[in-house]
């Protein structure tokens, strides 16, 4: 078998250094565009910004939405329009222990309980649904492709040392031109 042309290695080379951030483009990318298309009007007008001023008021909302299993309470602290239907759980306590900001997020939880981020869309604070956008948002996507692009990265490494060392073994036994057998 021929070998591959100089231009060509080096474009899959290329190619395989550059994979692991490819899949990590192109999901962050659709989320970047889905946003445009996320957000349902309805839910931005003057009266529920000024309700949903504060990420508190957003989070007590949820957790009437909840209880009640109004699906039309919920889509309004999700600010976008919710098509499942919610089982009323009237025995429901959720009671924040704890409130921070984490990039960006208000972070509502009680440890072993529940943890409930809220961000700040159109001015206005929703309730954020840990999806594809919430972990690439965080940085939870990035984290897990850095792992996953460690691993891949290793496995090349140990290709490229393992068909090194072949190369060496086969130049050490092949015989040189001008040289008797």
């Known amino acids: 078998m021929a070998p591959l042309p100089a231009s060509t290695r080096r474009r899959w080379l290329i190619i395989l250094l550059l994979a692991p951030w490819l899949l990590y483009a192109l999901p962050s990318l659709y989320v970047g565009l889905e946003s445009l298309w996320r957000w349902d009007r309805a839910y931005f007008t003057p009266e529920l910004v000024a309700r949903y001023a504060k990420p508190e008021v957003a989070f007590d909302d949820l957790v009437v939405a909840l209880r009640t299993g109004n699906a039309d309470a919920y889509s309004r602290v999700l600010g976008q329009r919710w098509n499942g239907t919610l ?6 306590k959720l009671i924040p222990t704890g409130a921070d900001q984490v990039n960006g997020y208000w972070h509502f939880y009680q440890p072993g309980v529940f943890d409930a981020y809220f961000e700040q869309v159109n001015g206005r604070w929703v309730y954020a649904l840990p999806d594809l956008r919430f972990s690439v948002y965080t940085g939870e996507f990035l984290r897990e492709v850095l792992g996953g692009a460690l691993f891949y990265y ?21 015989t040189r031109p001008g040289t008797p057998r």
């Open 87 to 92: 089982t009323p759980q009237p025995d429901l």
């Open 154 to 174: 290793a496995i090349l490494g140990a290709m490229a040392l393992i068909s090194w060392l072949r190369l060496q073994r086969k130049m050490q036994t092949s």
